[in-house]
């Protein structure tokens, strides 16, 4: 299997949690894979990543990659219940539609935080280009947190939202070595790469410093990275060898 997606780092396989989440559905699914870039988004089927390459199939989205790998037998609920199940479900939207969208305006709109991201982001894309995609898709990150509203709410009312989602991570955590017990599940696979990649902001934002303060956040982070990150070296090199 071929997993489409954005590169990282040496430290991190992606710097999309979506992607970082997929890399990790394959490495609990214990699926053999490859990651693959592409330059032209539009050619795939969202015009997004990840997109997972099966054959002549193209999967789109995290989402779908996980049912699939679930309709060939993979199970990221291990002994959960029925309750259990639903609550992972609220746990996960809960992170990637409100939490996420913390990490994404730091990112891309605090002007400190995107000196260095843009580096990350674009560094790649030949000199003469560079700033005009950049800030290029910098005006769409934009336009959409505009949308969704986080931009348009006060640094105060924004960090409420976001304390009361990491509240919820906290609590359900509860001691627990991963989110719903003993084993890492799906919540896992989405919930820890959005808090990593806050942890790792380069600025100590609001946000990163929130997460900072709830002392069980980063030690469960380690644990999920020791647990069902892919290998960021063996990611990186095998874009390398795609790229030959």
């Not at 394959?26 to 539009?42: H, I, S």
């Not at 795939?44 to 779908?64: E, F, Q, W, Y």
Request: hydrophobic share 45%; proline share 7%; net charge negative.
């Amino acid at each position: 299997m071929k997993l489409i997606t954005f590169p990282g780092d040496a430290q991190i396989a992606s710097n999309s949690p979506f992607c970082l989440k997929a890399m990790c559905l394959l490495e609990m699914a214990k699926v053999d894979w490859q990651p693959e870039m592409v330059q032209d988004f539009a050619s795939l089927p969202l015009g997004k990543v990840p997109v997972a390459r099966v054959g002549d199939t193209m999967i789109p989205d995290s989402h779908n990659i996980q049912a699939y790998l679930e309709s060939n037998g993979a199970d990221f609920m291990p002994g959960l219940n029925r309750n259990e199940k639903a609550a992972t479900h609220a746990l996960i939207r809960t992170v990637e539609e409100s939490l996420r969208l913390g990490l994404v305006h730091d990112r891309w709109l605090n002007d400190d935080c995107w000196a260095v991201m843009k580096e990350a982001f674009f560094g790649a894309v030949p000199e003469p280009m560079r700033d005009q995609a950049a800030e290029e898709a910098r005006g769409h990150v934009r336009a959409g947190l505009m949308s969704e509203g986080i931009a348009q709410f006060s640094p105060e009312d924004r960090q409420a939202r976001f304390d009361k989602d990491l509240e919820v991570i906290e609590s359900t955590l509860d001691g627990k070595p991963f989110l719903f017990g003993d084993t890492p599940t799906a919540a896992d696979a989405a919930v820890a790469p959005v808090l990593d990649m806050i942890l790792t902001l380069p600025v100590a934002t609001d946000l990163r410093k929130a997460t900072e303060a709830r002392p069980v956040l980063a030690p469960y982070v380690a644990r999920v990275r020791d647990a069902i990150y892919p290998d960021a070296g063996k990611v990186m090199q095998g874009f390398s060898v795609a790229a030959e």
